[in-house]
């Protein structure tokens, strides 16, 4: 038996067209579509260009411990089981696209998600909540991540150093190779063990400051989704 495979002429010379309506949730635009399944799709795009490479570092961050914090409404043992019953998958990540010449880019704090069509619009609300209502003040469960995140990218370094010199090269010549580098480079690292070394009080001025930033990223005019 062998696997079945498409032929280039099994595939219509033109794509199908998607079909998609463009609606309004709370004054954001939403751009909606029908994939044709049970499962419900949500994608949000967040402009976050205006950030210093600093803050670029902390963006990165507060991706990777959205969604483990305590919010206002459900503590950090409770949420997990929340996001599980909702949400089949969930996903925060800094997004860096080119711009039209190297002096420009575009840089953006991406929401994705899935889950039962029927739970489409619980499953807007807690990404809501975890984007507005977090309460950034588990300092002990940011070190944990802090540290994790820091061993992992020092593992990576000593395996695959070949593009974390790319990254690194491409930082002084391009707005997004810069950007780059400050949400997962060399330049990254280095401001992870230089929080880390501050201690307590290095945390609490972090979760402080993601707190600034999530608001800040957050705010309406800011956002768009589908």
């Known amino acids: 038996a062998s696997i079945p495979m498409l032929k280039l002429e099994d595939l219509a010379e033109k794509p199908e067209p998607l079909e998609m309506t463009e609606t309004d949730k709370a004054g954001v635009p939403v751009m909606k579509h029908s994939v044709g399944s049970g499962i419900a799709f949500l994608r949000a795009h967040f402009l976050a260009s205006d950030l210093t490479p600093e803050e ?12 483990s914090m305590a919010t206002k409404k459900h503590s950090r043992s409770a949420l997990p089981l929340e996001i599980k019953n909702i949400l089949g998958r969930v996903s925060f990540v800094p997004s860096v696209l080119p711009g039209s010449d190297p002096l420009h880019g575009r840089v953006m704090l991406s929401v994705s998600a899935a889950c039962l069509a029927e739970l489409g619009e619980k499953a807007a609300e807690l990404l809501a909540e975890l984007l507005t209502e977090t309460l ?4 002990d469960l940011l070190r944990d991540v802090m540290q994790q995140a820091s061993v992992a990218a020092k593992m990576t370094l000593a395996g695959n150093g ?8 491409l930082s002084y010549q ?3 190779g810069a950007a780059g580098e400050a949400i997962g480079g060399v330049t990254f690292l280095q401001w992870l063990d230089k929080t880390l070394n501050a201690g307590e ?9 993601m707190a600034g930033l999530a608001k800040r990223v957050g705010r309406r005019g800011r956002g768009g989704g589908g």
């Open 56 to 67: 670029l570092s902390k963006l990165a961050m507060l991706c990777q411990v959205l969604g």
């Open 162 to 169: 070949i593009n974390y010199a790319i990254t690194r090269a």
């Open 201 to 209: 009080e290095g945390l609490k001025a972090l979760l402080a400051d």
């Open 136 to 139: 950034w003040e588990d300092a």
């Open 174 to 176: 391009t707005a997004h």
